[in-house]
Every structure is written in C-alpha cells, then in structure tokens.
C-alpha cells in the first residue's frame, strides 16, 4: 500500500526559501503509473495545485508560482522535493504531497495522499 | 490555464437529503474531471474520477455526471459522515491539473 510522507521546518521567515520532502512508502517513485505532486491548502481556503514531477525529473508547474517554485526527485531515496523560494505571509498552508496515478489512458487522479504540514511564514 | 468553476461554494442539507454539486470548465475538458471529499484536518479523498467512474470503496450513493464543460456531483441521500468540503479538479491538461473552488456541505 503507497503510503506518502511530508517532512520540513514547520516555520521559515518571509523572503526565506521552503523547502519540504516527500517520502514515498509501498512502492516505487520509479513507477510509470504516477507523476508526484505538491498542493496546498491556507488555513480556512481551498487547494492550489503548487506542480507535478515525473521519476524522469519531468516537471509541470503552477504558472502562478512557476518563478519561485522547483521541485525534484531524488529516485535512490524514494523521495521527491519541493522548494519555494521569497515566500511571504500568502505562502503559510497546509502544504501536502501526493501521487498522481494513470489509472487508464490519460486518465489521472490524485489517489494517496500525505497527512500534510503546516508551514507557517512569520518572522 | 483552464479554470473551474463550482457552484455553490457552500449549502446546508440535511440527513437524506439529494445533494447536487455542479463544477464548469472553462473550456471543454470532455470528461477529465474529479470529484474529492475532504473533511477538517484531513487530506482529500477521492471520489469520482473521469468524470464518472466511482472510486473502489466509494458508497453507491455518490454519482458523477457530465462531459465537455459542466459536471455534477450527486450525493443521493445524504448520510452525517457526508458533511464535508467537496472539489472537483479537471485532468484534461495533465500533467497541468487545476481545482475548483470547493463546496462545503453543511447541516
């Protein structure tokens, strides 16, 4: 059973870089059924889809954060990364890792989830 | 960027009420489209994917419908562990994805 793991500082400082892990459990990041994404959520709102990568290291971000944004795959580890950098008081979330399964054809959904982890931004 | 759209962004039901939740594309998606439930403090899960398709351990209750821009989600009789915050999210633009705004169903 996929299981999906975030790990990270809980707080970083405004114009500082985030940077978050995903362990990935019961199975292999080098699957070709999955792309490995990153969403978010800030406190009391909806998801933002933050970008997706493949065991390749063939990514698609969110154009909105796309200049700020790198995400990596680290495939001996099974683990993949996310980096944010300048962030501000607008980047505090819940922020969740996930995989992004090819169930059939091009059809994908996010099928496992991470718990999730709170990153506050905050001097 | 394909933007989605729901409606509404939040309602109150009750127990065994039929619940529908509607989600428009901003351009036709055909049936690249998910439906999530997610419930405070927890990750989402999903629900409905290509549009229609129940996920494996879903309650019958739930349904999906639509193609091209407009799509539903219909919870056929409402049950209390049902009250949640619902999304949907188009995959027409995978690896790209986007989400909908959500709905929360409340009593």
């Known amino acids: 059973q996929l299981q999906l793991h975030e790990s990270g500082p809980g707080a970083v400082e405004p114009s500082e870089t985030l940077s978050l892990t995903c362990n990935v459990s019961?199975?292999?990041?080098?699957?070709?059924?999955?792309?490995w994404g990153w969403i978010r959520q800030p406190p009391g709102k909806g998801l933002e889809w933050i970008g997706n990568?493949?065991?390749?290291?063939?990514?698609s971000y969110n154009q909105s954060l796309k200049s700020r944004v790198t995400i990596s795959v680290d495939t001996s580890k099974n683990q993949f990364s996310l980096k944010l950098s300048s962030v501000t008081a607008a980047d505090t979330a819940v922020y969740y890792c996930?995989?992004?399964?090819?169930?059939?054809?091009?059809?994908?959904?996010?099928?496992?989830w991470g718990q999730g982890t709170l990153v506050t931004v905050s001097s | 960027d394909i933007q989605m759209t729901q409606s509404p962004s939040s309602l109150s039901a009750s127990v065994g009420d039929r619940v529908t939740i509607t989600c428009r594309a901003s351009?036709?998606?055909?049936?690249?489209l998910n439906w999530y439930q997610q419930k405070p403090g927890r990750a989402p899960k999903v629900l409905i994917y290509?549009?229609?398709s129940l996920q494996s351990e879903v309650p019958s209750r739930f349904s999906g419908s639509g193609s091209g821009t407009d799509f539903t989600l219909t919870i056929s009789s409402l049950q209390p562990e049902d009250f949640a915050t619902y999304y949907c999210?188009?995959?027409?633009?995978?690896?790209?994805?986007?989400f909908g705004g959500g709905t929360k169903v409340e009593v």
């Open positions: 996930a995989s992004y399964y090819n169930v059939w054809i091009s059809y994908y959904y996010f099928e496992k």
């Open positions: 019961g199975g292999s990041i080098s699957s070709s059924s999955y792309y």
């Open positions: 990568i493949y065991y390749s290291g063939s990514t």
């Open positions: 351009q036709s998606i055909t049936s690249y």
């Open positions: 290509a549009a229609s």
């Open positions: 999210q188009q995959s027409y633009t995978s690896p790209a994805l986007t």
